[in-house]
């Protein structure tokens, strides 16, 4: 048993010095021996090198080169740096903000280079060691590697994961009764479990099977909305038309419904739980959580979910890409599937989804606003209301009722 790893944390965060944003760092300090990921950002466009060595100079290492033309894998052996592997394209980003990430592995004997998010759908270049050998193995240096030399003048903050960067992070979330032997082995489910503290809270809230949008008093809130939306006079689509205006340019279908319940009580990006109303063909744009965790469970139809690395105009091509039917939950942490692009792809219904949020305990930031992509840069969206829940179903209840001539 690694005591390593049960005595230390699974993330830490290096926060930059007080006097200013950025710093020479010399070498990174691994939380567990021989595997660990690390990530930052640089303060320059310039060339930079990340290594790991057995005992100093002149001894058995793996160096990583970024430069301008790509990024590199080089071995030191036979006295001198022997290249493994270029690939060309990745290397120095033209987003100034972007996260350069480096993941060491000795237990799956794999090494890893990535930009944006620490998963393995960001990897952009690796290497296999190749089965550990029955006798003398090469590289049992590394199971003891603890210093990672880095040659990159660093802005803000360094991350320092527990963990190598291994398997990809599964998007949907059964309950624990509802994943099986073959799911878990294939990787493609999560249960509440695996999710962060703030996560399986607010799953807690809305996973329960009366969590849902046909409740006995009104089963055709679906029915109305859908039938709002069509009605020239409705008022789903009447608000609609208001905010096509709401992320920067005016687009119909860069829009969507935002029914709050309950108040913000101080620890979410506005009210923590919203009921969304997608149109048919509607969207968001691509946008992050504010470093919010949050839980979205889909009320009636369906829900195409677009992951990015970053929130970035040099990174629009999404790395996955899941839909998710009446309900389904998804899932975002701090760290991983915070940026995303939301879309109704469905023909003919509208899509019905509880969004909800919260900061993590050691969230001291609060950041109030979601962030997204628009054509001058990066806007920031203040989470507002368009109705209160229970006035909304109201409102749907006596738009339903004249429209079907129910008395």
């Known amino acids: 048993m690694n005591h390593d790893a049960l005595r230390g944390p699974a993330h830490l965060v290096l926060a930059p010095p007080a006097e200013g944003l950025t710093r020479d760092v010399q070498e990174i300090r691994l939380l567990v021996k021989g595997q660990g990921t690390i990530g930052f950002a640089i303060a320059r466009r310039t060339a930079f090198s990340v290594a790991i060595q057995d005992q100093g100079w002149c001894t058995p290492g793996f160096r990583w080169d970024i430069g301008l033309d790509g990024a590199r894998l080089s071995e030191f052996r036979d006295d001198a740096w022997q290249e493994l592997l270029f690939e060309k394209g990745v290397g120095l980003d033209a987003e100034p903000l972007c996260p350069y990430w480096f993941s060491f592995d000795y237990a799956n004997r794999a090494l890893r280079f990535g930009k944006g998010e620490m998963r393995l759908g960001c990897a952009l270049a690796g290497h296999f060691l190749g089965e550990k050998p029955k006798e003398a193995d090469p590289y049992a240096w590394l199971r003891e590697i603890r210093e990672v030399a880095v040659s990159a003048p ?46 399986r809270i607010l799953y807690g809230n809305v996973a329960g099977r009366n969590f849902e949008l046909g409740a006995e008093d009104f089963p055709q809130f679906a029915q109305a909305i859908k039938e709002s939306i069509a009605d020239e006079h409705g008022w789903c689509h009447r608000i609609l038309e208001e905010k096509a205006n709401e992320f920067g340019t005016y687009d119909p279908h860069k829009t969507y419904l935002r029914i709050t319940m309950g108040r913000n009580q101080g620890d979410s990006p506005g009210i923590p739980f919203v009921m969304e109303i997608w149109p048919v063909d509607n969207y968001s744009p691509i946008h992050n959580h504010g470093g919010a965790d949050a839980v979205i469970k889909v009320l009636h139809g369906a829900i195409t979910v677009d992951l990015f690395p970053m929130l970035s105009h040099h990174h629009q091509q999404p790395f996955a890409t899941e839909t998710f039917g009446t309900g389904e939950v998804t899932w975002i942490s701090s760290r991983l599937n915070q940026f995303h692009k939301l879309r109704n792809t469905q023909p003919d219904e509208p899509c019905i989804t509880i969004q909800c949020y919260m900061y993590a305990e050691n969230n001291e930031t609060h950041w109030p606003y979601f962030d997204y992509l628009d054509q001058a840069g990066t806007g920031h969206f203040d989470p507002n209301s368009d109705a209160d829940y229970l006035e909304f179903k109201a409102k749907m209840q006596a738009e339903y009722a004249k429209r079907h001539h129910i008395t």
């Open 154 to 199: 660093i802005r803000g903050d360094i991350d320092i994961w527990r963990d190598p960067v291994v398997d990809e992070v599964p998007m949907r979330v059964v309950p624990m009764d509802g994943i099986t032997m073959d799911q878990m082995a294939v990787g493609a489910l999560t249960v509440p479990a695996n999710l962060t503290p703030t996560c």
